[in-house]
């Protein structure tokens, strides 16, 4: 069975909606400030182009000229995520509006878009939640991906200079009740109507050479494809008519239709096309050759999937369906209330999506002969509470036990190699899990969220763990990462609350935040394979107390900043550049440099204010060589101990004076003297007046 056709697309909206700020609208050296209601906007005056404002901004008149140049663009992200403004004025100079860039503005009621404007980006809109009223100027030809997408407009005028309508353009506009669309559009995307709860039509002028429409139902020109079933339509029971031979992706989705009929002239059933429907049973006829994994998606009332017995690429077995020949099972539906099912024993493979949803579920018995579990095949059956994975399954999918709240014990068999993306993530009662040998990777946050987890056991066959893993395992106490793994993922342990120790054996690096905010980690032992430590991987981590590691070269940015019970640390040789804020506001006393670091990066140790003792493994001269920037007060005022220290430079300094004299007396008089560095100065082994009298001789220059 095909893959869900929009599974990247909604990876990529996670991501950007994630996005910070700060990567979103990098500000040139030719962008000027212009002040603006609440704040300012920015404004590169060697392309035109609004670049970005301040999120305070509340109101933001944009003049068509700044310092005499023509504002002729707002750029991609300009007004991303400024949720305090209210009004926007764009002048008539402008041409084009970049993507994403009044994204999550949601505060703005309404935008009147000039004339001027001929194109309108990708998620220019999407998310202004507040956005009742927008116009479309008649230049424009493209609406762009999720350009309107979770807004509240009511209507909105297609002007008949637009061919092309994008994926999801009005998708979630749960206040549009009705739309038309001129004789000039040529192409319709996917989901582009797709959540529209309040649709009740949708219109296509008669003269449109590509589209048409009857009853309020979108067709192509021939109408041998149904592309979107209005939403708030009325009616409980729709016939499909004789001439489809397609029903659409998101066909149907949402509808409260209880029965659709589908005639034998239809071949193929899309992605998602009966997804979140009212649907009872459907019958499946026998000219059907293509139905999408995930077209019965979320039919919660869903009881039966009927094939007809002529049908020679699929068919049924009480109610669930299957390929012709039963060897996989694709769909079970979501409103059964078994709690029990054991698939047939002829069953070799278990499609995408095959139980996803199925909340009633406790116990699935999956037969020996199953060799392919696919991706999501279980997610979200909230009620299963046990599972076996048979010898002969190589690979766990993406998302396939997702969800499964009540998981509580899984059986990986050996045979397994890969364990996928969100596999296992949302298992809230899963307390343990041990990873066979075998496996080699473990996917992006593949037990993200299992807080019941306390245990896993991950195999010296691993040799990548993934992004956001283990975040959120909250119970998580202790960790071993085998020699094996040589790279550990971003935020890979992000929000372990309760992670104490962690031993990396094998990584070569350590990425980005991965040990985050660990509060509750107190040891980190890294051997000597690691050789890099990225930006804030251990950042915030208050109780870390030990820190062992002897192969990095690179410490990132931010490494260490905020580890306030980090007392001493000894940085190994071969580190040369100490990252950005590496150390800042932690709590170190003294820190061991060794001579090959030659740039400590600005702030890396600002806040340090206990920062006493600096034991440098050069000379003098090497460390007045090292480029040391800005804001690293707390480790210029250390008292510096050089290891190639002069004879009688008791205090460190790279100088024999008579303060190493003072020094010297004093920690012979309190006792202390025996532990101090350099006062061994006759060389006798012992630390005594004899000392004193030789110390004397040398700042004399006998």
Not at 677 to 685: F, P, R
């Amino acid at each position: 069975m095909k893959k869900r056709i929009v599974g990247m697309l909604l990876v990529l909206l996670m991501v950007m909606s994630l996005a910070p700020m700060s990567a979103l609208a990098d500000k040139s050296d030719t962008d000027i400030a212009y002040a603006v209601e609440g704040g300012n906007i920015y404004f590169d005056k060697a392309i035109g182009t609004i670049t970005d404002c301040d999120y305070r901004v509340t109101e933001a008149i944009i003049p068509a000229e700044i310092e005499g140049v023509a504002v002729t663009s707002i750029g991609d992200y300009s007004f991303y995520g400024c949720d305090s403004l209210t009004s926007v004025t764009i002048p008539a100079s402008v041409t084009s509006i970049g993507n994403f860039a009044f994204r999550y503005c949601t505060s703005v009621p309404s935008i009147d878009v000039p004339d001027s404007v001929t194109s309108i980006g990708d998620g220019v809109f999407d998310g202004c939640t507040s956005l009742a009223s927008v116009t479309i100027p008649d230049g424009v030809t493209n609406i762009g991906w999720c350009a309107f997408s979770g807004t509240s407009i009511v209507s909105i005028n297609i002007p008949d200079s637009v061919t092309s309508i994008s994926d999801y353009a009005f998708d979630c506009c749960t206040s549009l009740a009705s739309i038309e669309i001129p004789d000039s559009v040529t192409s319709i995307g996917v989901g582009a109507f797709n959540s529209c709860r309040s649709l009740m039509s949708i219109d296509v002028a008669e003269d449109n050479s590509n589209y048409s429409s009857k009853d309020g139902v979108l067709f192509n020109k021939d109408k041998t494809e149904l592309i979107r079933y209005s939403e708030r339509k009325t009616g409980t029971e729709y016939t499909v008519p004789d001439s489809v031979t397609s029903i659409g992706a998101y066909a149907f989705s949402g509808t409260s239709l209880v029965n659709i009929n589908i005639p034998d002239s239809v071949t193929s059933i899309g992605a998602y096309a009966f997804s979140g429907t009212s649907l009872v049973n459907i019958n499946i006829p026998d000219s059907v050759t293509n139905v999408y994994s995930d077209a019965f998606e979320r039919c919660t009332s869903l009881t039966s999937i009927n094939v007809s017995e002529g049908n020679s690429t699929y068919s049924s077995d009480g109610g669930v369906l299957f390929d012709k020949y039963k060897t996989e099972i694709i769909r079970y539906p979501v409103g059964k209330t078994n709690a029990k099912y054991a698939i047939p024993v002829g069953v070799t493979s278990i499609g995408d999506w095959a139980f996803s949803g199925c909340t009633s579920l406790a116990s699935i018995e999956i037969p020996g002969r199953v060799m392919s579990i696919g991706d999501y095949a279980f997610s979200g059956c909230t009620s299963l509470t046990s599972v076996e994975i048979p010898d002969g399954i190589t690979s766990i999918g993406d998302g396939v036990f997702s969800g499964c709240e009540s998981l509580a014990s899984v059986t990986i068999s050996d045979s397994v190699t890969s364990i996928g993306d969100w596999a296992f993530s949302g298992c809230t009662s899963l307390a343990s899990i041990e990873i066979p040998v075998g496996v080699t990777s473990i996917g992006w946050s593949a037990f993200g969220g299992c807080a019941s987890l306390t245990s896993v056991t991950i195999p010296n066959s691993v040799t990548s763990i993934g992004d956001s893993a283990f975040s959120g395992c909250t119970s998580l106490a202790s960790v071993t990462i085998p020699d094996g793994v040589t790279n550990i993922g971003d935020n890979a342990f992000l929000d372990c609350t309760s992670l104490e120790r962690v031993t990396i054996v094998g990584a070569t690096s350590i990425d980005e935040s991965t040990f985050q905010s660990r509060k509750s980690l107190a040891s980190m032992k890294i051997t000597n394979s690691v050789t890099s430590i990225g930006n804030y991987a251990f950042s915030g981590c208050t109780n870390l107390k030990s820190v062992a590691m002897s192969g990095v070269s690179s410490i990132g940015e931010g490494a260490f900043s905020g580890c306030t019970s980090l007392a001493s640390i000894e940085i190994p040789d071969g580190v040369t550049s100490i990252g950005a804020a590496a150390f800042e506001g932690s709590g170190l006393t003294s820190v061991t440099i060794p001579g090959s670091v030659t740039n400590i990066g600005e702030g890396a140790f600002n806040g340090c204010d206990s920062l006493a003792d600096v034991y440098y493994s050069g000379s003098k001269e090497q460390w007045e060589q090292i480029r040391i920037q800005s804001n690293n007060d707390p480790l210029l005022n250390a008292t510096i101990h050089f290891s190639e220290s002069l004879p009688g430079d008791v205090t460190g300094d790279g100088e024999v004076n008579v303060m190493d004299l003072i020094r010297l007396k004093k920690c012979i008089a309190d006792g202390s003297a025996a532990e101090m560095q350099n006062m061994d100065i006759n060389g006798d082994g012992k630390v005594d007046v004899l000392d004193l009298i030789r110390l004397k001789k040398i700042i004399a220059g006998a």
